[in-house]
């Protein structure tokens, strides 16, 4: 069974940092690339970063750029999201995904293009 389980999730105050892994189980992910996605509530799923199967090609969205950082460990088929200067709009849960192609060359910030996701993890950032 392929599982994403994501984990690093909880309470921080504005300013604070996390940092999110999310752990392959079930079948690698090494070829893949990977993404994390975060929904807000009543708000849409929206993208985060992304990042391709040999970690050299990464995208953000805007308004995390600068202040969170994809990576990958494929020896561990492990995804992390190291995330600072959290503001208070950063609160969402936050989702793992991995794409089903294999090596390609970049990364795709559109969700239909991810296969598998994990249950996701909450982020809430308040003071």
């Known amino acids: 069974q392929v599982q994403l389980v994501e984990s690093g999730g909880g309470l921080v105050q504005p300013g604070g940092s996390l940092r999110l892994s999310c752990a392959a189980s079930?079948?690698?992910?090494?070829?893949?690339?990977m993404a994390w996605f975060r929904q807000a509530p009543g708000k849409e799923r929206e993208f985060v970063a992304c990042i391709s199967w040999i970690g050299r090609v990464s995208g953000y969205a805007d308004s995390v750029k600068g202040r969170f950082t994809i990576s990958r460990d494929n020896a561990k088929n492990t995804v992390y999201l190291q995330m600072n200067s959290l503001k208070p709009e950063d609160t969402a849960v936050y989702y793992c995904?991995?794409?089903?192609?294999?090596?390609?060359?970049?990364?795709?910030?559109?969700?239909?293009?991810?296969?598998?996701w994990g249950q996701g993890t909450q982020v809430t950032v308040s003071s």
């Open positions: 995904a991995a794409d089903n192609s294999l090596y390609s060359v970049d990364c795709s910030k559109d969700g239909v293009n991810y296969d598998y």
């Open positions: 079930g079948r690698t992910f090494s070829g893949n690339a």
